[in-house]
């Protein structure tokens, strides 16, 4: 099967590196060609390409791990983009988080381009993206679920048929509530160990093993003990991720989703100090203001 990556940053250079991994003919394109992480996949069999087009000519399956709906957009339709270049009933995966209107947009358009298409936003972080751990939420149809299998297999563990186009991007808008406000509670309680005099590493110790224990606990409170800020995934993304929740069309109960509002006000707090492009983690510096 030969595969598209379209976006080699973060999250897209290890998933490349692990589908080269396991055996499957990758080329990849990034925007920015000369960076670490493009040299590092690059390094493990991933082709690097000049263009877009060049990425996307001969694949079967092309996938793409950009920041934002406009990134997604463009890399899809702009001149000698994926829906331009890519083969007739290729089948384009986006892994991006870009809400279900933008998914059921972009589905619907490649579809008339003659392209298959899954939304299927990921979580696990940087450390799920290196390991091939990640859960993949997924919306689109059943037999193109299917054919994505091989794929969601060499970068994840679990990979979820939500429902119909969409439906896994809106999945992962509650996961993204869920991953911030597990962060705001990371941050707060080590903040609480402070002002008690307790060292905040036995929270991180005591409390991981208990009812509070969580992905965000074990995974990040040593990077915080540690003053470790360096992106697993960016404050600016989550933002923009909690941006999306609350865009969400009126009379869903929108109006109530206050720890929603409160996460986002605290990581806006963060981009204020200048750390847009820290790892979310550093939200712990909203509260030492």
């Not at 450390?127 to 969601?152: H, Q, Y």
């Not at 909690?242 to 963060?270: F, M, S, W």
């Amino acid at each position: 099967m030969r595969v598209a990556f379209v976006g080699l940053g973060t999250m897209g250079a290890p998933m490349a590196s692990n589908l080269a991994a396991a055996g499957f003919d990758v080329r990849g394109w990034n925007r920015t060609a000369d960076s670490p992480r493009v040299l590092a996949a690059r390094q493990a069999g991933v082709a690097i390409e000049k263009t877009i087009t060049d990425a996307v000519r001969d694949a079967d399956v092309v996938c793409i791990c950009v920041g934002d709906v406009a990134d997604v957009e463009q890399v899809l339709f702009r001149a000698g983009g994926v829906a331009a270049g890519a083969p007739p009933t290729a089948l384009v995966i986006d892994f991006s988080t870009i809400g279900p209107a933008a998914a059921r947009d972009f589905g619907s358009r490649l579809l008339a381009a003659g392209l298959r298409f899954l939304d299927a936003p990921v979580t696990g972080g940087d450390v799920g993206a290196r390991s091939g751990t990640l859960t993949i939420m997924v919306g689109g149809s059943p037999r193109d679920f299917d054919a994505a299998m091989p794929v969601f297999a060499a970068v994840g563990t679990v990979a979820k048929l939500c429902g119909s186009s969409g439906a896994g991007q809106a999945v992962k808008l509650c996961n993204q509530v869920l991953g911030a406000l597990h962060m705001v509670a990371l941050t707060e309680a080590l903040a609480l160990a402070r002002k008690q005099g307790i060292d905040p590493a036995l929270v991180v110790e005591v409390c991981s093993s208990g009812a509070a224990g969580s992905w965000a606990l074990s995974n990040l409170g040593p990077r915080v003990l540690a003053r470790d800020f360096a992106p697993g995934f960016m404050v600016k993304h989550l933002v923009k991720d909690l941006r999306l929740v609350l865009a969400t069309p009126p009379g869903e109960g929108l109006d109530e989703l206050r720890g929603t509002i409160l996460a986002k006000d605290l990581l806006e707090k963060v981009i204020a100090l200048g750390g847009a492009e820290l790892g979310t983690q550093s939200l712990a510096l909203a509260y030492e203001l």
